[in-house]
């Protein structure tokens, strides 16, 4: 669900007036790409009028006479494989350096060998499958969308909708099948977003709560509780991947989680295996545990240091410097890899707001850390039982720290989150028999997904957020949904468009793409 009220600009540096100018810039340029939408339109429906009375052939490819079909669409394939295959390999060589640098290793920067050696940079494979999944959608839609035109020879919704659902089986180029789960449940929360907006814009439905200003935040909590309470309760929910980037994330170790989910369980606690785990930390006076113990204490919980403060402050300090490599390269990598001339007209520019906006996020992640420790501290301060509810409330206490965050990057954090909690909780009813388990679901529904979020891109695209419009249009080469018309045919908002593009500030573009490159929301990188 989405809040009704649109979120609020991104706080930037630059004065009221230039704010205002790129607001009015930013509404300009909708309204003329929704009047060329328009148009278009209109002319397939003329030349579906005049097909009708004259018997003539399929309505014109967007790609323009001078180019094939074939040609188009395998032209679209190799561009976006290369962008996601060179986004993924970057985002891998950026975490190596930092991993050398952090080392102290300085002089191995400059040596290729260790830099991006197979064996420690080992992305090829799963670069490779990225790129098969982002360009085999991108050049199986383009086919099938002039396949489409010409068999049915009109241009009607129903195309994009047939188009997108089939290309969407190109997920099957991960064989992961907890990845395509997370994927298709994200895109599912996506299509119910476009979906609601849309009825909510033709005044046909509206969620109560939905004007709230913090909505984003309080869906963001909601789905953290879910997450923090699978992790503790039951970490098989969650995809292998995430249980690691959250494990060392956090400073508590899974010996220790394990005995808190049996101790809330009533289960025998291994006792053994935990002191031995203590030992081996340096720890010999702590509390001598029961078989059954009633809660576990916090000289166990943090068995590195006596005090609960020190220990919440030590955390959030160990997780910003864990966690800056990776915000940092999801945020710069794929900024320079798709928009490499900008990068180069300003790369200190862009360099600086990849490291505010990586600084910011990081910091956001260690609060979260560091608010989630204190939770569980402080209940054993004023209890004397666990239970476990306790790390459900302690996950929505602690994604309030999501308020650092940019208004509107809190609602695609929320939405990011909101499909791991909808696969966690899909998982624990399936495995308690209250839902069937059906075979490559996950296929399926992210095929379906796709067809209606094709739809909402051509047909609805205000409906969509700014964040997922733009990188899809990206992605598919900005050919579908703004299809540039033969210089013949070009009426004067296209032209205008054209001049506005061209006029814009330099200076006010840059900061824009910079912060768009911000929002970049990536799979986990396993072995941070």
Request: with cysteine; net charge positive.
């Amino acid at each position: 669900m989405a809040p009704s009220s649109p979120p609020s600009p991104p706080i930037t540096d630059n004065s009221d007036p230039e704010r205002r100018l790129r607001e009015a810039e930013d509404r300009l340029r909708d309204a003329i790409e929704e009047l060329q939408r328009r148009q278009r339109r209109a002319a397939a429906h003329a030349f579906q009028n005049l097909h009708h009375h004259n018997n003539l052939d399929s309505p014109p490819c967007d790609h323009g006479p001078d180019e094939s079909c074939i040609a188009h669409a395998i032209g679209n394939l190799c561009q976006t494989f290369l962008l996601s295959y060179g986004v993924r390999v970057g985002i891998g060589i950026l975490l190596r350096a930092f991993k050398l640098a952090r080392r102290q290793s300085y002089s191995s920067l400059l040596d290729l060998k260790q830099l991006v050696s197979e064996k420690d940079l080992m992305v090829r494979e799963e670069a490779c499958r990225i790129g098969l999944l982002f360009g085999g959608f991108t050049g199986s839609y383009h086919a099938l969308r002039c396949l489409f035109r010409k068999l049915r020879k009109k241009e009607t919704p129903v195309n994009a909708i047939l188009a997108g659902s089939v290309a969407g089986f190109s997920i099957l180029a991960l064989n992961d099948s907890n990845r395509r789960r997370t994927l298709a449940l994200y895109l599912l929360a996506r299509l119910a977003q476009c979906a609601y907006n849309s009825a909510k814009s033709k005044n046909k439905f509206h969620l109560w709560g939905s004007h709230w200003r913090h909505g984003d935040s309080l869906l963001f909590s909601l789905s953290c509780a879910q997450v923090m309470y699978a992790f503790v309760m039951r970490p098989e929910s969650l995809p292998k991947s995430y249980q690691d980037f959250i494990q060392k994330t956090g400073p508590v170790a899974a010996p220790v989680y394990r005995a808190v989910r049996d101790s809330c369980r009533g289960h025998p606690v291994d006792v053994a295996s935990l002191h031995a785990f203590l030992s081996r930390r340096g720890k010999s006076d702590y509390v001598k545990l029961e078989e059954f113990p009633s809660i576990i204490p916090c000289s166990i919980i943090h068995a590195g240091t006596n005090s609960c403060l020190a220990h919440e402050v030590n955390a959030t300090s160990a997780t910003f410097k864990k966690t800056f490599p990776l915000y940092f390269s999801l945020t710069f990598v794929p900024f320079v890899v798709l928009h490499l001339q900008k990068f180069t007209a300003a790369p200190f520019r862009t360099f600086w707001f990849a490291v505010k906006g990586a600084v910011r996020s990081t910091a956001f992640l260690s609060a979260f850390v560091g608010i989630f420790q204190a939770v569980i501290c402080l209940h054993r301060k004023v209890a004397s039982k666990d239970h476990k509810l306790v790390y459900w409330i302690a996950g929505g206490i602690s994604a309030l720290s999501v308020l650092l965050e940019k208004k509107a990057r809190r609602g695609e954090l929320a939405l990011y989150v909101l499909p791991r909690s909808v696969d966690s909780l899909w998982y624990i009813l399936v495995n308690r028999h209250l839902l069937p388990k059906i075979r490559n679901a996950e296929v399926f529904l992210f095929s379906l997904c796709m067809g209606g979020i094709m739809y909402y891109l051509e047909y609805e695209p205000e409906t969509m957020a700014p964040f997922l419009r733009g990188l899809i249009r990206r992605f598919l080469a900005s050919r579908i949904s703004n299809p540039s018309p033969p210089p013949s045919n070009q009426t004067a908002s296209y032209t205008y468009l054209q001049a506005l593009d061209g006029i814009a500030t330099p200076k006010l573009q840059e900061r824009r793409d910079a912060e768009s490159s911000e929002k970049y929301n990536l799979e986990s990188i396993p072995g941070l």
